[in-house]
């Protein structure tokens, strides 16, 4: 990964944008890289199952920030309607084929379907969005396994901004297996010492204070208070609910950001990451294939 020369330090926001912007064109490189060496380009597909609007919007972000970066796209749909059986299929179709390096399945999927024997259906070797347990119980051993977008791209932004975690305290506050939960293995890993909290903590503040890092991701808007924040902080929002007043995440962003070192926004902040980060797994996965490397190593 490049240098992230575009970020500017002394504003005390967390820039996602632009650090992922930085991450793109790296990805943009080596997919040509990939192309040129293999003959082809690293391929991403898709399932979108249903009609949800935020769903589909996300589904046409990723392939076109895909496509601009020189990653094949290949995507399917199924209606609201599908039953269990054509989820299964469709994305063992995805699965099967050569040219796909990288599967996802638009989560949540509507009501009535299991996610669960779809998520065991994508093989950790192409599970780009970390969801497979395999991948999850790779990390947890400190082997190597495909990180979810959303965590892999919150590390990539504390690592940009030079945020030190050896012997930092850390707060996670959301135990979610997609974002919590490898959050916080990700987190042990570089030597942070880690507590994970939800909605149903016994004083959640008192947690919340003592963190160094601050992290929310728990989908409840403007849960984290400036009174819950330690002075000095660094504080992600990966909390992204949608209210009739917009997009609003887990902090109270204008308040925060009076007490806190680093706040990000939101919009603006870990999501555009967790696109980047995906293009970037698309890309490490095909070379993986190629090289005959596989997860778990």
Request: charged share 20%; proline share 6%; aromatic share 2%.
């Amino acid at each position: 990964m490049s240098a992230f020369d575009e970020i500017d330090l002394e504003t005390g926001l967390i820039d996602g944008r632009a650090v992922a912007d930085s991450v793109q064109r790296s990805v943009g490189a080596e997919a040509a890289r990939f192309a040129a060496e293999q003959g082809r380009q690293p391929g991403l597909g898709t399932l979108l199952v249903g009609e949800d609007p935020a769903s589909a919007i996300y589904i046409r972000m990723k392939h076109r920030a895909s496509e601009q970066l020189g990653i094949a796209s290949i995507h399917r749909t199924l209606p609201e309607g599908a039953s269990q059986e054509d989820v299964l299929r469709v994305t063992r179709e995805l699965v099967d084929r050569d040219d796909v390096d990288g599967v996802l399945v638009q989560m949540p999927l509507p009501a009535g379907l299991d996610p669960e024997p779809v998520i065991l259906a994508v093989p950790p070797e192409k599970d780009v969005d970390g969801f497979h347990p395999f991948n999850l119980g790779a990390i947890a051993s400190g082997l190597h396994g495909v990180a979810s977008c959303t965590p892999a791209g919150v590390m990539t932004l504390l690592d940009a901004y030079g945020v030190e975690l050896a012997g930092a305290e850390a707060v996670v506050v959301g135990r979610s297996r997609t974002v919590g939960m490898p959050l916080a293995l990700l987190l042990l890993q570089r030597n942070a010492t880690v507590t994970v909290t939800h909605l149903l903590t016994r004083d959640l503040a008192a947690a919340t204070r003592r963190a160094d890092v601050l992290i929310a991701a728990a989908g409840s808007p403007g849960l984290i208070t400036a009174d819950m924040v330690k002075p000095g902080a660094v504080v992600i929002d990966i909390g992204t609910t949608r209210t009739e007043a917009g997009l609003r995440g887990d902090v109270d962003f204008d308040a925060v950001r009076e007490v806190a070192s680093l706040v990000s926004p939101v919009p603006g902040g870990v999501g555009p990451m967790t696109i980047a980060t995906l293009l970037r797994s698309t890309v490490e996965l095909a070379w993986a294939r190629a090289e005959g490397v596989t997860t778990g190593r």
